[in-house]
């Protein structure tokens, strides 16, 4: 598609690991194991309330990357990371 993944500041056109890892992990690792291990806490029970949480906390994770990318903006993992995405 011809998008680059580069750090936000100046002259740094390299991505770093320590950069990929934190924006991974909060893209993909994140809202992914607060659902599983939701779903952990809610298997074979009726009702727990940790199991409920980590659920809602999973989709709050994920619907606040999805709005921020909406409106234009760039997602958490790209803040946290301080990396932004580029054509190449």
């Known amino acids: 598609m011809g998008l680059r993944v580069e750090g ?4 740094d056109d390299d ?5 990929a890892l934190i924006r991974s992990a909060v893209k993909v690792a ?5 659902a ?4 952990w806490q809610l298997w074979g029970r009726d009702v727990s309330v940790l199991g409920s949480v980590l659920i809602a906390l999973a989709y709050v994770v994920a619907g606040a990357q999805l709005v921020l990318l909406c409106r234009g903006g760039r997602p958490i993992h790209d803040r946290l990371a301080r990396t932004i995405v580029r054509s190449a």
Do not use: F
Not at 8 to 11: E, S
Not at 15 to 19: E, G, I, T, V
Not at 36 to 39: D, E, F, R, S
């Open 8 to 11: 936000d500041d100046a002259g």
């Open 15 to 19: 991505l770093s690991y320590h950069r």
């Open 30 to 34: 994140l809202p992914w194991k607060l």
């Open 36 to 39: 599983h291990a939701g779903l």
